[in-house]
């Protein structure tokens, strides 16, 4: 395990000294709300002592420029398809001018403030200083706020201001007029099940989809109803990042309990976990569901593809939005990023609108990893049209679409279910009020109005990016905690499914010498629909509504559909099944977690029906 710790890549020296002249800037307002949102109740004026970790975000020099390289290098039809960009020039555009940083750091120092370097483009400074003195700095007024949700305390000001001459340097600062609901993790609700025996033969391509798979989904479902090769990836520089917040982790004796039951004909795994924030990576601790989720289904389905858990610590007062900017910095100052990212949590997006800066410049982070060669997938979340978690405080008004998924340069996930698939009816799906609707998605989307006509019109932004792009098996998925089966749902479940595929199809590429997959979305809404398996039942209910219904095409419940691996590698090797697709062995892909989970399922305890490996007691070492 290494623990890679937050990113701190250097230190400007600040020591200018020069003890004038802030007085004779005049301040502009930068961005100010006359009172905070619903859900965040005054409490106090913070003391004057409380430390503030402050994020400064510059002007990005060519912000645009990393859109544009991310289209091209993503597009099928483009000549560069494939032809990522390296690390140098990613951060060559999003690095902020020289001018800029010259200006921002000198008005920290003269106030004899150090900035950290806390991206690797230099794009984002982090400050620490007390109230008192963001207050002074700022023209500001920090307070307490209760977050109703959570019942934490978040501080944040009203208003604040930077001198005039900063304006064009300075984007904004994190967090200050922010108020955003945590990342809801829900806890999952999830009942506990015998861990099903599954057959140590080798199950031959396109066997029939075991009947129990319509009550529980287990590898071996997944890997017959989606065409998944069982036989190990093999391929030099392959790799598999799932990410968790607030301390989750997943156990390694749990995870080599699920393989040697899951997975007979291949029953060992593991993954490397890394920290950043300070997170948990011990993987002898005991196992939180959404990371047990996550990690027995990407290493449990990406069969041998090296897995690493990425946990972020829970040390930004901001709770897990910090962490989220913390995480795509550290997966950017690497130089081999991994080549597919799945995360299972997320926002609503709706604390992000009235200053969308900040879901911007996190959308363009993503763009930036997936300008690299990155395929980053998120779930769509678990709340069908009413946010990230079911949710009636938007019955009779707008519905609430979710953040990162209405972020048009990475993959949303949503959820399906039963053997004959239909949607699952908490597969989070609808439109950005943030982000226009890419041109990659104008036809599939276009096509779903149509059909729509007025239903739900009014509660939603047609001209938003639509979500999800596609979905995978989202209920019921089984999974092995401290010794024990549990049967978990959500989306959470759906994005380690897909994102495992990928992973699988970059094996056979990376085999092949050809470059992995990347951003996908281009492909997807191109030639990639006809290897999906289409989704045309169900709904996602929610706000008081029946939601929007799933049809034949792009629909905002299970996006484009689900995976068929055989299709898939076809078109992208476009050849017939490669050699990691045999018909002699077993592979598995992997499986990630979800959010919210819901549970099912019947008895207790693989004891019954497994070797048991006397890992109840987890020590807390
Ligand atoms: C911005 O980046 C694009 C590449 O996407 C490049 O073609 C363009 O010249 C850049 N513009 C500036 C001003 O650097
Ligand atoms: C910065 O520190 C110097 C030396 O300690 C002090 O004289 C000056 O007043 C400080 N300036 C501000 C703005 O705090
Ligand atoms: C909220 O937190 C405070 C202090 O942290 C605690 O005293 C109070 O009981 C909590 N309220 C609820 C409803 O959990
Ligand atoms: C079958 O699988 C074994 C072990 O994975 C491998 O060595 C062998 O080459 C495979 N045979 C074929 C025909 O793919």
Redesign the pocket.
Do not use: I
């Given at each position: 395990m290494v623990a890679a710790g937050l990113l701190v890549l250097s230190l400007f020296s600040l020591a200018l000294?020069r003890?004038t002249s802030d007085s004779c800037d005049d301040l502009h307002v930068l961005r100010s709300r006359s009172a905070a949102p619903r859900g965040f109740t005054w409490k106090q004026k913070a003391t004057a002592e409380t430390m503030l970790n402050l994020r400064i975000a510059l002007v990005q020099n060519n912000a645009t420029g990393v859109e544009s390289a991310l289209y091209d290098v993503s597009n099928p039809a483009s000549e560069n398809y494939g032809h990522h960009l390296t690390k140098a020039e990613v951060e060559a555009m999003v690095a902020p001018s020289a001018e800029s940083v010259q200006k921002v750091t000198a008005w920290l120092g003269?106030?004899?403030i150090t900035a950290t370097k806390i991206s690797p483009a230099g794009d984002w400074l982090g400050i620490n200083v007390p109230v008192s003195k963001a207050n002074a700095l700022l023209n500001a007024d920090f307070s307490e706020y209760l977050v109703d949700k959570t019942n934490t305390t978040a501080v944040r000001t009203l208003a604040y201001s930077v001198p005039e001459t900063l304006k064009d340097h300075l984007a904004f600062i994190y967090p200050t007029t922010h108020f955003i609901e945590p990342a809801q993790k829900t806890t999952p609700s999830f009942q506990i099940v015998d861990l099903p025996s599954t057959s140590k033969r080798r199950r031959s391509r396109r066997a029939a989809v075991p009947a129990a798979c319509d009550q529980q989904i287990t590898p071996e479902c997944l890997q017959a109803l989606y065409n998944i090769p069982t036989t190990p990836a093999s391929a030099k520089g392959n790799s598999l990042a799932v990410s968790g917040f607030i301390n989750e982790i997943a156990n390694q004796d749990d995870l080599n309990e699920f393989m040697s039951v899951l997975r007979p004909d291949s029953p060992t795994g593991s993954f490397n976990a890394v920290s950043v924030d300070k997170g948990i990576t011990n993987t002898k601790s005991p196992g939180t569901v959404e990371a047990t989720l996550d990690i027995q289904y990407t290493v449990g389905i990406a069969t041998n593809v090296p897995t690493t858990f990425v946990s972020v610590g829970n040390q930004n007062q901001d709770g897990d939005l910090g962490g989220f900017l913390d995480i795509i910095n550290f997966l950017l100052d690497q130089d081999a990023p991994p080549l597919v990212l799945t995360t299972s949590f997320g926002f609503n997006e709706i604390g992000f609108e009235q200053e969308p800066d900040l879901a911007v410049s996190l959308c363009t982070a993503y763009g930036q990893l997936g300008a690299r060669g990155t395929s980053i997938l998120f779930a769509s979340g678990d709340g069908g049209v009413s946010g990230s978690q079911s949710n009636d405080a938007c019955n009779g008004q707008a519905f609430i679409p979710t953040f990162p998924s209405g972020c048009p340069f990475l993959t949303s996930v949503g959820s399906t279910q039963g053997v004959k698939e239909v949607a699952a009816d908490f597969s989070s799906g609808g439109f950005s009020n943030i982000f226009a609707r890419p041109s990659y998605q104008d036809d599939a989307v276009a096509a779903y109005l149509d059909k729509l006509g007025n239903t739900n019109a009014g509660l939603f932004n047609p001209q938003g990016r639509a979500f999800p792009d596609v979905s995978a098996q989202g209920v019921n998925f089984v999974v092995d905690v401290g010794g024990q089966g549990q049967g978990v749902s959500g989306t959470s479940a759906s994005s380690p499914t897909f994102a495992s595929v990928i992973a699988l199809l970059n094996d056979e590429l990376l085999n092949a010498g050809k470059a992995p997959l990347g951003f996908l979305n281009p492909l997807l809404y191109s030639t990639g629909a006809a290897a999906l398996n289409d989704i045309t039942e169900g709904s996602n209910p929610g706000c008081g509504t029946d939601g929007f219904p799933a049809e034949a095409g792009w629909d905002p419940v299970t996006g484009l559909g689900t995976p068929d691996f055989a299709k898939l590698l076809t078109l992208v090797t476009g050849s017939a099944a490669g050699s990691n697709a045999g018909s002699n062995s077993t592979a598995s892909a992997t499986a990630v977690a979800t959010e919210s989970a819901t549970a099912t399922a019947s008895s207790a305890a693989a004891s019954t029906t497994t070797t048991k490996k006397g890992h109840h007691n987890h020590k807390n070492n």
């Open positions: 000294g003890p003269k106030n004899n």
